[in-house]
């Protein structure tokens, strides 16, 4: 290449407009696949630290519970 397009004859022209194509599919496509990781791997993230909530939550919940019961079963064994 490195000749100016005004100098090139039409059958090269067609064959670069042709390339030039394809690889600008090519580029969009993996930037759309880029973008699409991008926004799974924040999704992912996002549901990991939900679940982490939920579990913390779900810990807590169970450590009260059975602090309570514990209190309830020695106020029954003090009586």
Not at 11 to 36: A, C, E, H, V
Not at 61 to 69: F, P, V
Request: proline share 3%; charged share 35%.
């Amino acid at each position: 290449m490195g000749e100016s397009p005004k100098n090139m004859p039409e059958k090269d022209l067609k064959n670069l407009k042709s390339k030039l194509k394809k690889d600008f599919i090519t580029i969009r496509s993996k930037k759309s696949i880029l973008l699409f990781n991008e926004l799974l791997f924040a999704e992912i993230e996002y549901m990991q630290k939900q679940m982490l909530s939920a579990q913390t939550t779900y810990s807590c919940s169970i450590s009260e519970d059975s602090c309570q019961k514990r209190k309830q079963i020695r106020s029954e064994a003090a009586d």
